[in-house]
């Protein structure tokens, strides 16, 4: 367990913005996909992506480039048109998942590409904050999706400040109360950030441009039985099931779990979490696995005098997952009744969200509730 990635954080140290000779095509449709799904044209602009990529040279962050990039056009082609088809073309499903080989997880969009290197400093000189960020691939463009993934940007950067600070609590075994005024600190700070979402990102906007195209293939009735990689000779010409993009895909709070002690029973959706780390960039689902061993180890010592600190910073998980709910239901739930359409009341990674966001919610008390 790299449990020096708590203080680091989950963001990349390097974000790749542009990808070397080789890759122009791939680019220059990507930086057009606004206009291409405007008119419709997202099936002509994939004809045009040659097959053949030499990924051998490519650094890591060029590799999260290019996944980023395959991602945003493969679910533009998979959703971007009248009628939702069940094959990827081979031109952009071989390279898409021999760049999915490299990093250790599917190829379709995650959490991973969506937020964590998918932004840029808008002055360098200046540390990272909602007023220095730019988003740098989006689907239809626009305030409501950049800000979207915005907040999620935020988040990760502050979560390096209250993982940090339990980090050195209770791996690091510094039992001062510093460390915990730290994390509380910290994490009032990210439901700060949380609360601005609908600052500029109206729910009927997000409903019906910005959470169409991050849905992926499992449990999803538009694509009931997966969808064909075309070309991919390790999956046989069989259809795949893969999940869409969710912030259940973020490594912060599956942190915050272990280190504060938080426990979910076995059920289908803890199941549902644990395969949600297949998502997660190889090094995260390593330090999720350490602290799960913590978890179930619990802290070597206690300070009791401490437990108000640590039972306030559980009541700020608890007010964060509360948060989450309220959007679910703002932004997806009733955009859906509204619509009289039963079919996308499931999230993007294709589950009964209220009840397990709900679940979660419960499940987050302060050690003496």
């Known amino acids: 367990m790299n449990k020096e990635l708590l203080e680091k954080g989950f963001i990349p140290d390097e974000i790749c913005k542009v990808l070397p000779?080789?890759?122009?095509?791939?680019?220059?449709?990507?930086?057009?996909?606004?206009?291409?799904?405007?008119?419709?044209q997202i099936t002509n602009a994939v004809n045009e992506i040659a097959q053949e990529k030499d990924l051998s040279k490519l650094t890591n962050s060029e590799l999260e480039?290019?996944?980023?990039?395959?991602?945003?056009?493969g679910h533009a082609y998979m959703w971007g048109k009248e009628e939702v088809e069940d094959t990827i073309p081979e031109n952009i499903a071989v390279t898409w998942y021999e760049i999915s080989e490299k990093l250790d997880r599917p190829p379709i969009l995650s959490y991973a590409s969506y937020a964590l290197n998918n932004w840029a400093l808008l002055d360098e000189s200046k540390p990272l904050s909602l007023d220095n960020i730019r988003i740098l691939q989006n689907f239809l463009s626009g305030v409501d999706e950049d800000w979207f993934i915005m907040i999620h940007v935020a988040i990760e950067y502050e979560a390096k400040n209250v993982l940090?600070?339990?980090?050195?609590?209770?791996?690091?075994?510094?039992?001062?109360?510093?460390?915990?005024?730290?994390?509380?600190?910290?994490?009032?700070?990210?439901?700060?950030?949380?609360n601005r979402m609908p600052e500029k990102c109206d729910p009927y906007i997000y409903y019906n441009r910005v959470r169409p195209y991050i849905f992926g293939w499992k449990n999803n009735p538009a694509t009931p039985k997966g969808v064909i990689y075309k070309g991919v000779e390790k999956y046989k010409g069989e259809p795949q099931l893969f999940r869409g993009e969710t912030g259940a895909q973020s490594s912060i709070v599956p942190a915050l779990d272990a280190l504060l002690g938080i426990t979910h029973s076995n059920d289908p959706l803890r199941e549902y979490l644990d395969e949600m780390r297949i998502y997660m960039p190889s090094e995260h689902r390593g330090l999720l696995a350490g602290l799960d061993k913590f978890l179930e180890e619990g802290p070597k010592n206690k300070v009791v005098e401490h437990e108000i600190f640590?039972?306030?910073?559980?009541?700020?998980?608890?007010?964060?997952r509360n948060k989450h709910l309220e959007y679910a239901k703002d932004y997806i739930f009733d955009q859906a009744l509204e619509k009289q359409s039963n079919s996308n009341i499931v999230g993007?990674?294709?589950t009964p969200f209220m009840k397990y966001l709900d679940k979660h919610l419960q499940e987050t008390v302060p050690k003496d509730d």
């Not at 480039?65 to 056009?73: E, I, K, W």
């Open 310 to 320: 640590v039972n306030e910073i559980i009541g700020e998980v608890h007010q964060f």
């Open 164 to 194: 940090g600070s339990l980090k050195k609590y209770y791996l690091d075994e510094d039992f001062e109360n510093k460390k915990l005024e730290d994390a509380l600190t910290s994490i009032k700070k990210i439901n700060e950030i949380m």
């Open 348 to 350: 993007t990674g294709g």
């Open 21 to 40: 000779e080789g890759f122009q095509d791939i680019e220059e449709i990507a930086s057009s996909l606004h206009k291409i799904l405007a008119n419709n």
């Open 65 to 73: 480039r290019a996944m980023l990039l395959y991602s945003y056009v």
